[in-house]
Every structure is written in structure tokens, then in C-alpha cells.
């Protein structure tokens, strides 16, 4: 069985770090895409960034490009979000993500696995 579980989130001030963990088991890790999307409260889920291992690209969305990075540890099975420069806005409960593909997909329906979540939060 596939599981992902995240940790890192917390309370961070605006323009302090973080960063995000993702351990994931029951799969080999070099074949799956894995993203991380996150959900405000009252908005829609909306995609952060991912990666595909295998093939070593990444992609973010604009709102986050040059702030977070994304990076995976084949050996223990990890998908990791550095998160600099925090703005408010960035508060949300963060999710990591798995599908079985190469290609990197920002549509969270394409994703089959989710894990429970990891709540961020950046005070003004």
C-alpha cells in the first residue's frame, strides 16, 4: 500500500523558513511524479510545485519561483519543500502528492496518492 506522510509545517514570521518533508512508502520512488499543493482557508487547492526523480526536472508555480525548492533522496524515499522568504499568503495546510507518471502534472485530479497534510502558517 502506497503512503505518504508529510511534516515540517508550523508558525513562522514573514520572511523565515521552513521546510517540508514527505516519506513515502509501498512504491518505487524514482517512478512517480510527487507535488506538493496547498489549501488556504475558504479556497481551492491550488498546486505548489513537483518533481519527477527519475528524469530531474521540477516545476513551480509562479507565486512561489525563486523562494521554494523542491528536491527528492532516493535512498529514503523523501520529497522535501524548502520554503524561503515566507509571505502571509502562503499560509495553508500543504500537501504532498504522488502519481504514477514521468511527466510533471500541476492538475491535482492527475495525482493518485495524497498525504494528510501539514499545516503552515506565517504571521505578519
Known amino acids: 500500500q502506497v503512503q505518504l506522510v508529510e511534516s515540517g509545517g508550523g508558525l513562522v514570521q514573514a520572511g523565515g523558513s521552513l521546510r517540508l518533508s514527505c516519506v513515502v512508502s509501498g512504491r518505487t520512488f524514482s517512478s512517480y511524479v510527487m507535488g506538493w499543493f496547498r489549501q488556504a482557508p475558504g479556497k481551492e487547492r491550488e498546486f505548489v510545485a513537483a518533481i519527477s526523480w527519475s528524469v530531474g526536472s521540477t516545476r513551480y508555480a509562479d507565486s512561489v519561483k525563486g523562494r521554494f525548492t523542491i528536491s527528492g533522496d532516493n535512498a529514503k524515499n523523501t520529497v522535501y519543500l524548502q520554503m524561503n522568504s515566507l509571505k502571509p499568503d502562503d499560509t495553508a495546510v500543504y500537501y504532498c502528492?504522488?502519481?504514477?507518471?514521468?511527466?510533471?502534472?500541476?492538475?491535482?485530479?492527475?495525482?493518485?496518492?495524497w498525504g494528510q497534510g501539514t499545516q503552515v502558517t506565517v504571521s505578519s
Open positions: 502528492a504522488a502519481r504514477r507518471a514521468l511527466v510533471i502534472s500541476t492538475t491535482q485530479d492527475l495525482y493518485d496518492y
